[in-house]
């Protein structure tokens, strides 16, 4: 069966510092990836997706960035920290041929 | 483009009520619907699905049937459960890419469910 996995659980961390999220999925391949971050609130914002390795689509401008450097494998960055990037950030997947997206447990990101 | 409106809640209620959340949406051509739960400090689960008109999803005693004419999916269930006080969300997947391209889902604001014993 699949899985997919986030870590850390939770990240305090200072305005102005970096930040790496990882996000991996075991137990099939070439996965659609996805990075969703969900303010206060309830929301969910799309923020990158991914069809297959170095393959990265932004759906809004921002001070993240993402890089898919495996196929199983999705890393959510900063160089720099803002106060707004709070949140819950949600890493997904997809398969091919399916639509319905499979979210992994979540990173509490605070900035401070 | 595509859109999803649910009613956004909070929605408070008792053991062994029934319970209904209404989710329309806007889409071209035929999506394919579903309903997410996020209990708290998770992430979102996958409660049921339907892919095409008068498709009914049921899972866990939840229900919710794709109605083309009225573009609508409401949540239903007979008897919640304390247990069943968690967010949900109505998301929308758009088919037109049927090529097995990337498969983006409009969300919901979400809905929140409290349950009282």
């Known amino acids: 069966s699949q899985t997919i996995h986030q870590w850390p659980a939770t990240l305090v961390q200072p305005v102005g510092s970096p930040l790496s999220l990882e996000c991996t999925v075991e137990g099939t391949s070439n996965p659609n990836l996805y990075w969703y971050r969900q303010a206060a609130g309830r929301g969910l914002q799309l923020l990158f997706y991914?069809?297959?390795?170095?393959?990265i689509s932004s759906e809004v401008p921002q001070n993240l960035s993402a890089s898919r450097p495996q196929d199983r494998q999705f890393i959510l960055s900063s160089k720099k920290l803002l106060l707004s990037d709070s949140g819950f950030y949600l890493c997904a997947w997809s398969s091919y041929s399916y639509n319905e997206q499979f979210f992994g447990p979540g990173t509490r990101l605070t900035v401070l | 483009g595509d859109s999803v409106t649910q009613m956004e809640g909070p929605v408070t209620l008792s053991e062994e009520a029934f319970l209904t959340i209404n989710c329309t949406y806007t889409?071209?051509?035929?999506?394919?619907l579903f309903w997410y739960v996020q209990y708290p400090g998770e992430g979102l689960q996958l409660l049921l699905k339907a892919t095409k008109a008068d498709d009914k999803g049921s899972n866990k005693g939840f229900e919710a049937t794709y109605r083309k004419e009225t573009t609508s999916f409401h949540l239903e269930k007979g008897s919640v459960q304390v247990s069943d006080s968690a967010v949900y969300f109505c998301a929308l997947s758009d088919n037109r890419n049927s090529g097995g391209s990337n498969y983006k889902l409009t969300f919901g604001k979400g809905t929140l469910l409290t349950v009282n014993p």
């Open positions: 991914s069809v297959g390795i170095g393959q």
């Open positions: 889409a071209t051509g035929y999506p394919s």
